[in-house]
């Protein structure tokens, strides 16, 4: 091949590589607003007026550009009510700018929203979404207000509107039957999920609007192409956009921010605003469905800067998405190295803050150092569990290798009453979240001081008794089953002897 051709070639390489840089930058790093009108809803009844806001998939990881246009937008806009559902942050991501951001919102009748499955990446700083800074009371006034399973009766001009909030249905912590008990059902409701893969069970509980995201619109233009070709997510099959079952109408949200890839194509990020009017037909029973209308939307760039084009072409954000290059959150070389062979055999004995940072923490659920029945050093955990099927602690950055130890101790004070029923779980690197595999057992609390012990060669799969692998031991869980009610119990000194 000449060598000019060459040149033209990789010429045009440069110009085509170029143009899908400049695309993506701007898909990523615009803001298309889109405004709806809707007719023939009972919702109208309540809402004739109002304007709401969906936003979703914020993934927010610094109040940047994007941000602050967002917030611009909505000042303008000036909408009745904000709905948000999910992934306020990003993979494993903090949750300092999205609430800095989420309290410069203040429309008048409120902001609601529910949890994605970014929020359950980083689980542990959760608690401030809800709660007082480093505190187990719930904060006075709450912006947004989280359902979590839950619902909220809005009174507005005299009429009822149920806000329902069901948690993240990737992670499946969705339950319905929760989060609609006590709601009443001739009132009119509107449903905000994750994501859209609840909207059969939603619309068969006759569910009037469903809000959701999750999906980006497939984030890249291929996407809907993809999905009728590769067995993808079945969630896949609602992108974006309205969809109707019954008298449920759902909406899918593109949301703002990236998942797995860094940039989007041809899909750009959405606000949507939703208005609901009065009814127009005269002939109701010809027109059982509802009726949308929209204007032709609008689109914003937000601006460029160079940390916006770092961010926008990091591929290394990709694999971390993937936990590809994403060191565990507390690897087993943040476990001190003592000089003796007992101390080195120490899981957990709760002498430092540091400590808390390794136990799951959730909603209601309260960890704390206590100078109270300790049987090893100064303190032992307070833990205060809420009523729930199986409220516990998940043990994590574990010392992985137990070969070493004949048997798992832990000393358990139990202030209630005789006979509370105990569940310990132990996984190992391959069992997974598999029942045959892991090992299970339980236990029987008195009130007052327990010291419980398991010998390891005992540790062995639920189903055909195999050992687990006690090198490799990737899981331990405390948990108290069919919880009744708010309990209190201190735990000190999980050891290997």
């Known amino acids: 091949m000449p060598s000019k051709h060459k040149r033209l070639y990789v010429i045009i390489l440069i110009a085509l590589l170029f143009l899908f840089a400049a695309k993506a930058y701007y898909d990523t790093n615009s803001i298309e607003v889109k405004h709806y009108s809707i007719e023939d809803s009972s919702i109208r009844e309540v809402l004739s007026g109002l304007k709401v806001a969906h936003l979703s998939d914020l993934h927010i990881k610094n109040m940047g550009l994007m941000e602050s246009k967002i917030l611009e937008t909505l000042k303008e806009e000036k909408p009745d009510?904000?709905?948000?559902?999910?992934?306020?942050?990003?993979?494993?991501?903090q949750y300092e700018p999205s609430m800095s951001f989420l309290q410069q919102l203040k429309p008048p009748f409120g902001v609601y929203a529910v949890l994605g499955n970014t929020e359950y990446s980083n689980e542990n700083g959760s608690c401030t979404l809800c709660h007082e800074d480093r505190s187990k009371s719930l904060k006075k006034i709450q912006n947004p207000i989280f359902l979590r399973n839950s619902f909220i009766p809005l009174k507005i001009k005299g009429k009822i509107l149920n806000i329902i909030g069901v948690d993240d249905p990737v992670d499946k912590k969705s339950d319905f039957k929760t989060a609609l008990k006590n709601v009443i059902s001739g009132d009119p409701s509107i449903l905000l999920a994750h994501s859209p893969e609840i909207f059969e069970e939603a619309s068969g509980l006759g569910i009037d609007f469903l809000l959701c995201g999750h999906n980006h619109g497939g984030q890249i233009f291929v996407t809907k192409?993809?999905?009728?070709?590769?067995?993808?997510?079945?969630?896949?099959?609602?992108?974006?956009?309205?969809?109707?079952?019954?008298?449920?109408?759902?909406?899918?949200?593109?949301?703002?921010?990236?998942?797995?890839?860094?940039f989007r194509f041809g899909i750009k990020p959405e606000i949507t605003f939703f208005t609901f009017?009065?009814?127009?037909?005269?002939?109701?029973?010809?027109?059982?469905?509802?009726?949308?209308?929209?204007?032709?939307?609008?689109?914003?760039?937000?601006?460029?800067?160079?940390?916006?084009?770092?961010?926008?072409?990091?591929?290394?954000?990709?694999?971390?998405?993937?936990?590809?290059?994403?060191?565990?959150?507390?690897?087993?070389?943040?476990?001190?190295?003592?000089?003796?062979?007992?101390?080195r055999r120490i899981l957990f004995d709760f002498e430092s803050e540091e400590e808390l940072k390794k136990l799951n923490w959730e909603c209601h659920k309260w960890f704390e150092l206590s100078e109270d029945h300790a049987t090893s050093g100064k303190h032992s955990l307070r833990v205060i569990l809420p009523p729930g099927r199986y409220p516990g602690i998940d043990f994590q950055g574990l010392k992985k290798d137990w070969s070493e130890g004949k048997y798992l101790k832990m000393d358990i004070f139990n202030p209630g009453e005789a006979g509370l029923k105990l569940h310990i779980r132990i996984d190992d690197n391959k069992s997974g979240w598999e029942y045959a595999d892991r090992f299970d057992i339980k236990f029987e609390l008195r009130t007052g001081m327990n010291h419980l012990s398991i010998p390891t060669d005992s540790i062995r799969t639920n189903i055909r008794s195999k050992p687990l692998h006690l090198a490799e031991i990737k899981r331990l869980m405390v948990l108290v089953p069919n919880n009744s009610r708010k309990r209190d119990l201190h735990i000190d000194n999980i050891r290997l002897e």
Do not use: C
């Open 277 to 343: 009017t009065a009814q127009q037909h005269s002939n109701t029973a010809a027109r059982p469905f509802w009726s949308i209308s929209n204007s032709v939307p609008t689109t914003i760039f937000t601006g460029f800067n160079f940390t916006n084009l770092i961010e926008t072409f990091n591929i290394l954000k990709t694999f971390d998405s993937l936990g590809l290059t994403s060191a565990p959150q507390h690897p087993d070389t943040a476990t001190p190295h003592y000089s003796t062979t007992a101390a």
């Open 81 to 93: 009510l904000i709905f948000i559902t999910g992934d306020l942050i990003s993979f494993r991501g």
């Open 225 to 262: 192409f993809l999905r009728k070709i590769f067995p993808l997510n079945p969630a896949l099959e609602f992108l974006e956009g309205f969809f109707q079952k019954g008298k449920t109408l759902m909406y899918v949200n593109r949301g703002i921010g990236t998942s797995y890839l860094p």
